[in-house]
């Protein structure tokens, strides 16, 4: 069976850091590319972040550039999600997924999230 997990959430104060990880089994790691999305309250769950599947290409939205880094260990499984100078506003759940390539829409597996929460 598939797995992806998301963990590290918690709550963070403004400015702080908090970095996520990702879990991942079942499916061939390295050959998929890895996304990072997340939910806030009332709000529709929007992309983050992405990495290639050899970890050599980074994408980011434009609320987190420069503020959140995105990383892999392919050998380990498991996707990382760097988040730094935290502002309420990323408060939500996020998620990681597996997907064919960043640029496309096309998730194969979704992971279940973890809460991350930024206030003072």
């Known amino acids: 069976d598939v797995q992806l997990q998301a963990y590290g959430g918690g709550l963070v104060q403004p400015g702080g850091s908090l970095t996520l990880s990702c879990a991942a089994s079942?499916?061939?790691?390295?050959?998929?590319?890895i996304g990072w999305f997340r939910q806030a309250p009332g709000k529709e769950r929007e992309g983050v972040s992405c990495?290639?599947?050899?970890?050599?290409?980074?994408y980011y939205e434009d609320p987190v550039k420069g503020r959140f880094a995105v990383s892999r260990d392919n050998a380990k499984k498991k996707a990382y999600l760097h988040m730094s100078s935290l502002k309420p506003e990323d408060t939500a759940v996020y998620y990681c997924?597996?997907?064919?390539?960043?640029?496309?829409?096309?998730?194969?597996?979704w992971g279940q999230g973890t809460q991350v929460t930024v206030s003072s």
């Open positions: 079942g499916y061939a790691f390295g050959d998929h590319a």
């Open positions: 990495i290639s599947m050899s970890g050599r290409s980074e």
């Open positions: 997924a597996a997907k064919t390539v960043c640029y496309s829409d096309d998730v194969r597996w």
